[in-house]
């Protein structure tokens, strides 16, 4: 049963897999993402009373957090990849890896940017440095501090090795962005987020914003599945199968 | 409608944030999907190429 899996760890078996994938996710992200604003949007509106200007705008909220998790989240993901890549030299970890930090480094960037829409009407700042926005940014950089190194260096292979220890030394960035709000004295990381705790959310608000959140997930895994076979074609170019293909699709 | 558009007055930041969600997420699939007609294209003509030596 196992052989049948590692299989998949061919470039030229994990081809055609993915293309019969792609058109999955994207219904999933359809679905999800119409799921969550709907009942963001429209069955939601209400659940913050009274003259709290936070009630107008933070529907915010609904794809700051999921941004937020998915930068995180895909980070992780992206190491673990690079670091399976590094032990066990297989080349579709890497490209796997390669194929994440460009989604990750959209969905970073929609964090800050949809986190200072939030700041902005709430804290009068579209920007601060506060621990848990610096660590996010910091986060951002060493996303394309992974893609420029890869694309610095000619030889695909020391580009994946070199890339792939980068990202396994900024993983430390991750469980930093965690504790720059939920430090253990609360005294001590004094922050302009609240701590999170997800069961103190209200159920309508937490429904949307974990719909949003399966929405941008099988949103990246359909963008990182299309890059990575995009990277595949590339590099694979002088196999006989990528040929083969091609001349079967009527390209050559 | 006006009402749903206006969100209660805080628009700018409401829709800033989330056209930009949009807006990037989009560009993404565009680009993805001209890389892939990029990479398609030129290894295609390649094979020509390769394929049309061998004949000559």
Same mark, same amino acid.
């Given at each position: 049963m196992a052989s049948n899996w590692f299989r998949f760890a061919a470039p030229a078996s994990f081809y055609p897999l993915a293309g019969r994938m792609i058109p999955v996710f994207w219904i999933l992200t359809g679905v999800c993402l119409l799921a969550g604003l709907y009942w963001g949007f429209f069955q939601t509106p209400d659940q913050l009373g009274g003259s709290n200007a936070q009630k107008e705008y933070y529907r915010i909220i609904f794809i700051h957090v999921p941004a937020a998790w998915m930068s995180m989240w895909l980070y992780v993901v992206m190491v673990v990849w690079a670091a399976i890549g590094l032990v066990f030299n297989t080349r579709l970890s890497f490209m796997m890896a390669n194929a994440i930090a460009p989604t990750g480094a959209i969905f970073t960037f929609l964090a800050l940017w949809t986190g200072a829409f939030w700041g902005r009407p709430s804290w009068g700042t579209y920007w601060d440095w506060d621990p848990r926005l610096t660590t996010e940014l910091i986060l951002f950089f060493m996303y394309i501090g992974y893609i420029a190194l890869?694309?610095?260096? +000619?030889?695909?292979r020391r580009a994946d090795r070199a890339a792939a220890l980068l990202a396994i030394v900024g993983l430390v960035m991750v469980?930093?962005?965690?504790?720059?709000?939920?430090c253990p004295d609360p005294n001590q990381c004094a922050?302009?987020?609240?701590?999170?705790?997800?069961?103190q959310i209200e159920g309508n608000i937490l429904f949307s914003m974990l719909a949003v959140t399966f929405g941008f997930w099988m949103y990246s895994f359909a963008t990182t599945l299309m890059r990575l076979r995009s990277i595949i074609l590339t590099r694979e170019s +002088?196999?006989?199968w990528v040929q083969e293909l091609l001349v079967k699709d009527g390209r050559a | 409608m006006s009402e749903f558009f206006s969100q209660g007055g805080y628009a700018f930041f409401v829709w800033g944030a989330y056209g930009m969600v949009a807006v990037l997420l989009v560009a993404e699939i565009l680009q993805l999907r001209a890389q892939r007609r990029t990479i398609l294209a030129r290894l295609g003509r390649l094979i020509r190429m390769r394929d049309s030596g061998v004949n000559q």
């Open positions: 890869h694309s610095a260096i +000619d030889d695909t469980p930093l962005i965690f504790w720059s709000v939920n922050a302009l987020h609240q701590r999170s705790n997800l069961t +002088d196999n006989s | -």
